[in-house]
């Protein structure tokens, strides 16, 4: 594996947890909603998916031009 791809995935697994917690901790704290509903709901995952995606293309096209190798 190439060090821009793993430097990318990296980069985004740590983004999207981050971005996880913050989502969990706003919605329980802020709208009253059980920490289990939080955790499940579509409201949470879908920005963290759609946010990842749109990092980890950016990221990685970042890290490509650092490390062209492979």
Do not use: C, H, Q
């Not at 990318?8 to 329980?28: C, E, H, K, P």
């Not at 293309?57 to 650092?66: A, D, E, P, Q, T």
Request: hydrophobic residues 60%; charged residues 15%; proline residues 4%.
């Amino acid at each position: 594996m190439s060090t821009a791809l793993r430097l990318t995935i990296t980069s985004m697994i740590t983004f999207m947890i981050l971005f996880l917690i913050v989502r969990i901790v706003f919605s329980v704290g802020m709208r009253d909603i059980p920490f289990l509903e939080a955790l499940v709901s579509l409201e949470t995952w879908l920005p963290i998916v759609i946010f990842g995606a749109f990092y980890g293309l950016i990221m990685f096209f970042i890290n490509k031009k650092k490390y062209p190798e492979g």
